[in-house]
Nanobody
Framework: QARFVESGGGVVQPGGSLRLSCDVS????????MAWYRQAPGKERELVAS???????NYLEPVKERFSISRDDAKNMASLQMNMLKPEDTGVYFC???????????WGQGTQVTVSV
């Protein structure tokens, strides 16, 4: 069974940076489209970024030019580099497998990102 363990969150000031990591097990990682999602307080979970096995990336419009998703197939790990963070980036960040109809695996515990002065 797929398992996702997210880490790297924290509290930062606006303009700061964080790097999130996701350790993945239970799947053939190299053929999976990996994605990062976030859920802000009181809001629906949303897709932030995805990366295909070939390295093609897609981003939510508000995070383009600020966030960068990557993958390490040798380590079964997905990462999200977040720069120029804004208060509206605050939320719990999760990773998952991205299917044609949305996330496909069980949710992990996520990692909290708080952007505040």
């Amino acid at each position: 069974q797929a398992r996702f363990v997210e880490s790297g969150g924290g509290v930062v000031q606006p303009g700061g940076s964080l790097r999130l990591s996701c350790d993945v097990s239970g799947i053939i990682f190299s053929v999976a489209v990996m994605a990062w999602y976030r859920q802000a307080p009181g809001k629906e979970r949303e897709l932030v970024a995805s990366i295909s096995p070939g390295g093609r990336t897609n981003y939510l419009e508000p995070v383009k030019e600020r966030f960068s998703i990557s993958r390490d197939d040798a380590k079964n790990m997905a990462s999200l580099q977040m720069n120029m963070l804004k208060p509206e980036d605050t939320g719990v960040y999760f990773c998952n497998i991205q299917g044609g109809l949305g996330p496909m695996g069980p949710w992990g515990q996520g990692t909290q990102v708080t952007v505040s002065v």
